[in-house]
């Protein structure tokens, strides 16, 4: 595997802990997603949501997962981009509960590990079949 394609997969591993950990409401395993310095934003309404990774985990931590309440997973990954050999984003989609989010998160690599350092996002109704 070229040292390209390490990267790539590396950070789509870590992109699959992401969605595992939303799926499962763990928030053990998205703190090793996320950089402890991480942010994470929105302004889907117009309004600007700020919160630090540390603010945002006990939100996760408080609902019922994905998996409890048996939601099909719509997670996929849209396309991984670097801007070097320690930054990249990933545009992905996922969805929970009533929400279909369209996910950017940028990465770092730190210690010779990709961690996401920002998480920018966008929901909207899920549409149910």
């Known amino acids: 595997m ?3 394609a390490a990267e790539f997969e590396a950070v789509a591993g870590v992109i699959a802990d992401y969605f595992d950990g ?4 763990d ?3 998205l703190r090793s997603v996320f950089h402890p310095k991480a942010q994470y ?5 117009g309004t600007l949501l700020y919160r630090t990774v540390e603010e945002y985990l006990p939100v996760v ?3 019922p997962s994905p998996a409890s309440r048996g939601e099909a997973r719509a997670d996929r ?3 991984i981009e670097f801007a070097g050999p320690f930054t990249a984003r990933a545009t992905l989609n996922c969805a929970i509960g009533d929400k279909f989010f369209t996910d ?3 990465f770092i690599k730190v210690d010779d590990r990709w961690q996401v350092i920002s ?3 966008h929901h909207e109704p899920r549409k149910v079949a």
């Open 2 to 4: 070229t040292g390209h």
């Open 22 to 25: 939303l799926h499962h409401s």
């Open 27 to 29: 928030t053990g395993r």
């Open 41 to 45: 934003v929105s302004a889907t309404d």
């Open 61 to 63: 931590d408080a609902r």
């Open 77 to 79: 990954i849209l396309s």
């Open 104 to 106: 950017w998160l940028t």
């Open 119 to 121: 998480k920018v996002f």
